[in-house]
């Protein structure tokens, strides 16, 4: 009987937290990213190196919003899974949640290959907020987990290059405006699951392009990799060169030895052949490789502390087993963007599987024989043919589809007339989010809300800004002009488009908000007071109910009022403001501890100490955050208790 490769649909039955809905509030701020270099430290690095580090960092979120409204109560809760099987693997992707690959399983020995996380918990660690641990993710856009990390991919089933089918994903990355395309397949009789990747830039200008495929594995392994330096960040946000396998005495190949969380981007030289594998003491374990456009290596530890240990507790079930991740990226750190010219594209081709070679020995010694290994499993000849192959293929459209992703890429290819064979993103797939925007493009103007409610999403791409700017100059429109010229870094003229907005909105609290962020990053703190007290007043009248919209409106714009006024030292009306949040808002973590801090602002030092004893979880506490500790240090003398201990890196000296 032959076997042949299978792609089907399926369900996957896990304890899941709700994603909730995402924060309604425009982020004219990006959210704290740990992974920035002290500029001191570009002195030393490549010249290549440091002018991409230097190359179009991120400065904004917008036009994606922040996904903060998710809880860690979790129940069973069924995942949609698409499956794609030979006679040698299994592989599961979760279209829905960034197409990731959950599991990659070996069916000779039922030995699951990566780390698999036994439920669902997001967690704040994305570009914008919600993210997962396990698997294979795919991270496109910027030095960060991707805006996609919880967001649903189109998928289909498409013809494999020397027959079957192969899965591919796609979507309209949003930061940085790229389609881009993930093909898996699983040749027949083949060990390695296949992975091309594509990324295209259809623009008439230069982008900056960013990619990295993070590898979760268990953390009992050692990590081999084709070279002797390596680039080491840590969350004091210092980056320097370092000695493989081991510096100050320690090996930092094996996961578990390090004390704090850090990143180790590995130096393979030019020529070399791209692979990074995690064997078990027994030899066993993942390999992965690729074509050598993907060029970076990596491997990120969590560190024996007791902040790492707990961020693994935090992101899965109590007596999981830790993991570490092997990632491979476009450029040499995470730190960096890749110029990508205008009409122009980058791609390449991953293979993941099972991989033997013994873990001990001398440093190069070890590595080389496992390389010849590999080059016996997957000659890398074959590998560059595979490529070729799937190239020939990359533009074949799609067939059968199985899952749908967002209506973004459907607007953008007919706002621009874009042919992008092999990604179709189809008009059908336009919904609720783009219909304003829709018109705007057909009619040259924007239509006023229907309803009364919160603010929908704004587009803030140079091409939406001038119509804006032509568009009549309705508040709606006004206020969506200044979000876009507030992302073009033209704050300014934003801050007129709000004001003159207010003069005649029906809806004061959206431009009231935008304004008070406006006065904070301009050091008017006062003032920034004020327009957020005014703004929760005005969104406190106009709620029309408590659905999930208001909800999420009232709680993301109370926790920015209570911030700014704890920050001006108003605690009456910071007060104020907490009295008017819903019960369930004032339950959740986040407000708990801004509880705590402002019932120590009133002086009220025992009851704020209370708050802690009593215990709390900060669900959308952020990668790399010290809010916490800095608070107990206020109220306590005492070693700051475990399960509130997040540190990732030493104390400061």
Known sequence: MVIVTTIRRDVLMLPAAELGPDNPLPPL??????????????????RDMARQVGYEPLRSLLPVHVRDGYGRRRELRRLDTIVIENDRLRATVLPGLGGRVASLVQLSTGRELLYR??????ANFALNGAWYSGGIEWNIGATGHTALSCAPLHAARVPAPGGGELLRLWEWERLRDLPFQVDLWLPEGSDFLYVGVRIRNPHERPVPAYWWSNIAVP?????????????HFGYERRLRRVPVPSYDGIDRT???????????FYEVPDGRRRWIAALDAQGQGLVQTSTDALRGRKLFVWGSGP?????????????????CEIQAGLARTQLEHVRLEAESEVSWLEAYGPFEAPPEGEWPAVWRTAEERLEAALPRADLDAAYAAWKACADTEPGGRLATGSGWGALETLRADLKLPGTPF???????????????????????????????????APHWRDMLETAPATPFTEYHLGIAQWHAGDRAQAVRSWERALRLAPSLWPLLRCLAVADQESGHHERAADRYADA????????????????????A???????????????????????????????RGRFRLLEAELLLAEGRRDEARAVFDDGFEVADLREGAEAIGRLWVRLSDEPLPARHDFRMRPDAP
Not at 254 to 264: E, I, K, T
Not at 311 to 322: H, K, S, V, Y
Not at 428 to 457: F, N
């Open 29 to 46: 701020l990006p959210l704290d990213e740990v992974h920035r270099v002290d500029d001191r430290d570009r002195e030393d690095m490549p």
């Open 117 to 122: 996380n036994p439920v669902f918990q997001p």
């Open 219 to 231: 953390e009992d392994r050692r990590v081999l990799v084709p070279a002797d330096e390596a680039w």
């Open 254 to 264: 094996r996961p578990r030895n390090s004390r704090f969380a850090a990143d180790y």
């Open 307 to 323: 902040g790492g240990r707990r961020w693994q507790r935090w992101l899965t079930e109590p007596g999981t087993a830790g993991y």
């Open 426 to 460: 189809d008009e059908t797939t336009l919904d609720e989010a783009q219909t304003p925007w829709l018109e705007l493009l057909r009619s040259g103007s924007l239509p006023e809300p229907r309803r009364v409610r919160p603010p929908g999403e704004t587009l803030v």
């Open 536 to 555: 929760f007043d005005d969104l406190c009248q106009e709620r029309r109910d408590d659905g999930e919209p208001w909800t999420a409106a009232t709680a």
């Open 557 to 587: 714009l109370g926790r920015e009022a209570l911030e700014a006024l704890l920050r001006a030292r108003r605690t009456a009306q910071a007060r104020a403001v907490w009295e008017r949040l819903l019960p369930a808002v004032r339950e």
